[in-house]
Structure formats: structure tokens, C-alpha cells
């Protein structure tokens, strides 16, 4: 006979599970790593786990504020990692295919949602405080009025539309106002893809706009530029040898193809099989206005994983 421990247990395990996905949504976006946030998540069960849930008037309410609270302890140690961080670092790139990337971003049906997990916004959000960011990640990705928002964060409404107006100052730069559509898109990284694996330096630098500033994010663990790289002719050069480099591996495979990553068409490359980079674009109109790419093996696992898993990409024999 089951007893009314059990019972609670099993509803509040499927309370949980039902929130998860947008829990890890939201430790994404304020972490911008997979595993810290599937991390930050699995920390809340525990503390959910161990609360008197009967005592809970609001699941979502309560779940949300502590997922909040230990990103934001997260992230004062994750900035003090990052200022040691040999190059640019750039945020975990995450596929939209399949399982495992809906897990983390969440539904993209939107422009507001696919915006809210762009590359460029997140690595912009680096500029924030803590507070700022959950206060732009709650209000701009998920829509929290700011009298919830100040309940999450323990702060006046007041001082919670101060945050907010900071940070969207901050991060301005990052609305794409004039984004080409999703088919334009995708024919735009056809057509940067297609100029790089043929060396074409003039067709390359035909598609990027005379201000074009690229990041590479190798960790190092592999070969990248420790510093960002600006104008159209030294980015379009910088990327051919990126290329050059690959295709002189003796033997080696070249795979390249064009998957969504945080919500936009994006190049994924692999060589003899094995990920090893992931190039998200920045556009305006019909030019390229900022590159970010990811070589860090450390970074590209889920993806790895998540394309393999999705039927995009094949996993290592």
C-alpha cells in the first residue's frame, strides 16, 4: 500500500521532470555552459528533494528563484575561471536538432526565443553583472513581469527596472535589426561555406562587411587566434587558413555542413568523423558582420553528441 510520503514523492518528482527543460533553459542562458547548467539544475532536485514540498504554494515560483540563485553563485566562480581563459572564450555552442538541444534551449518558435540563446547575445551578456543578467534573461527569454522578477532576486521593482535598463544598454549591439530571414540566412552561410572550401579569398570576402570582427574560442587546447581579429581582408584570411590548416592533415577527412546552433543556420566541421569546430555568423542584410567560432574540444562534446544523436551528424566510429 502506498503511503502519502510516497504519493508526494512521486508528485513531486513529476512536477520536477515537467519543469526541467525550462529550468536548464534558464541556467543556460546564465551560465552559457551545458554542464554547469544541467549542474545548477541537478542541485535544485536535490534542495527540492529534500524541502517540505507540501509547503511549496508554487512549484515554478520556488524552482525558478533557486535555479536563479545558484547560477548566480555559479557565475562569480565561472568569471574568475574565465579571466585565465587562454583566448577569447565564447559560450558553449548547443544544436536546435533533437533531443538533447531542445533539453537546453528550449522551444525556439519565436524570434524572441532563438534570439534569447544566440551566440552573440550570450557572449555579450558577459559584460553584465550577475544581477543583470538574470534580470535580462528572466524578463527578455521568459517574459517575468518585473514585480516577480524583484520576488526572485529579493530586490525592489524598482531596483529590478534598473537592472533591466542597464542591461539592455549593454547589450544593444546584439538586436539584429536587420537579420535576414531564415532561408536568406541559410544561403548566406551556403554561399560562405561554399567560398571557403574552395579557397576563394575575393568570394569570401565578397559576403563580409568591410567591418566584420571574427572570435575564435580554441581554449588552448588547439590553435586559434588569442585575440579578436577585425576588417574584412584579415578575417576573410584568418578563416581560409583555419581551412588550409584542416585540409593539409595528412589523410584527414573533411566534413563540412551547415546545422542550427542557438537558433540560426551555422557551419560544423569534422575531421575523420570528430567534431572539431562550429562557426556561428552574425548578419545584416546579405554580409557577414561577425564570426564566432568554437575549436575547444571541451566545448563541442554535447554538441558532438547532440548531432550525432539527431541523425545530422554521424558520431565517431
Known amino acids: 500500500m502506498e503511503t502519502g510520503a510516497d504519493l508526494m514523492d512521486e508528485a513531486g518528482l513529476a512536477a520536477f521532470e515537467e519543469l526541467r527543460p525550462r529550468l536548464t533553459g534558464l541556467a543556460y542562458r546564465m551560465l552559457g555552459e551545458v554542464q554547469e547548467a544541467e549542474d545548477a539544475v541537478q542541485d535544485a532536485y536535490l534542495r527540492w528533494n529534500g524541502t517540505d514540498?507540501?509547503?511549496?504554494?508554487?512549484?515554478?515560483?520556488?524552482?525558478?528563484?533557486?535555479?536563479?540563485?545558484?547560477?548566480?553563485?555559479?557565475?562569480?566562480?565561472?568569471?574568475?575561471?574565465?579571466?585565465?581563459?587562454?583566448?577569447?572564450?565564447l559560450p558553449e555552442p548547443v544544436p536546435g536538432a533533437g533531443e538533447l538541444g531542445a533539453r537546453v534551449l528550449g522551444p525556439l518558435e519565436t524570434a524572441e526565443q532563438r534570439d534569447s540563446v544566440s551566440l552573440a547575445l550570450l557572449t555579450l551578456m558577459e559584460s553584465l553583472t550577475p544581477a543583470e543578467r538574470a534580470v535580462f534573461v528572466l524578463r527578455e527569454?521568459?517574459?517575468?513581469?518585473?514585480?516577480?522578477?524583484?520576488?526572485?532576486?529579493?530586490?525592489?521593482?524598482?531596483?529590478?527596472?534598473?537592472?533591466?535598463?542597464?542591461?539592455?544598454?549593454?547589450?544593444?549591439?546584439?538586436?539584429?535589426?536587420?537579420?535576414?530571414?531564415?532561408?536568406?540566412?541559410?544561403?548566406?552561410?551556403?554561399?560562405?561555406?561554399?567560398?571557403?572550401?574552395?579557397?576563394?579569398?575575393?568570394?569570401?570576402?565578397?559576403?563580409?562587411?568591410?567591418?566584420?570582427?571574427?572570435?575564435?574560442?580554441g581554449g588552448g587546447k588547439v590553435t586559434a587566434a588569442r585575440n579578436m581579429i577585425a576588417g574584412r581582408t584579415r578575417v576573410a584570411r584568418f578563416l581560409l587558413g583555419v581551412a588550409r590548416r584542416?585540409?593539409?592533415?595528412?589523410?584527414?577527412?573533411?566534413e563540412p555542413s551547415i546545422e542550427e546552433v542557438n537558433g540560426v543556420p551555422a557551419l560544423a566541421v569534422r575531421v575523420d568523423g570528430e567534431l572539431t569546430m562550429i562557426a556561428v555568423l552574425e548578419a545584416s542584410g546579405d554580409r557577414v558582420t561577425a564570426v564566432h567560432a568554437v575549436l575547444n574540444p571541451d566545448k563541442l562534446g554535447f554538441a558532438a553528441r547532440a548531432l550525432s544523436r539527431s541523425g545530422r551528424l554521424p558520431g565517431p566510429s
Not at 193 to 205: I, S, W, Y
Open 141 to 217: 527569454a521568459f517574459g517575468y513581469k518585473h514585480r516577480d522578477i524583484a520576488e526572485v532576486l529579493d530586490v525592489t521593482e524598482t531596483a529590478s527596472r534598473q537592472l533591466h535598463r542597464r542591461a539592455r544598454q549593454r547589450v544593444a549591439s546584439a538586436e539584429r535589426r536587420f537579420a535576414p530571414p531564415g532561408e536568406r540566412w541559410r544561403r548566406l552561410v551556403e554561399r560562405f561555406l561554399d567560398a571557403a572550401v574552395r579557397g576563394d579569398l575575393a568570394g569570401l570576402e565578397a559576403i563580409l562587411a568591410e567591418d566584420v570582427v571574427a572570435w575564435s574560442d
Open 53 to 89: 514540498r507540501a509547503a511549496v504554494e508554487e512549484p515554478r515560483a520556488w524552482l525558478i528563484k533557486v535555479v536563479t540563485n545558484l547560477c548566480l553563485n555559479r557565475l562569480a566562480s565561472a568569471r574568475a575561471r574565465r579571466e585565465t581563459y587562454t583566448g577569447p572564450w
Open 246 to 254: 584542416a585540409a593539409d592533415l595528412p589523410g584527414a577527412s573533411i
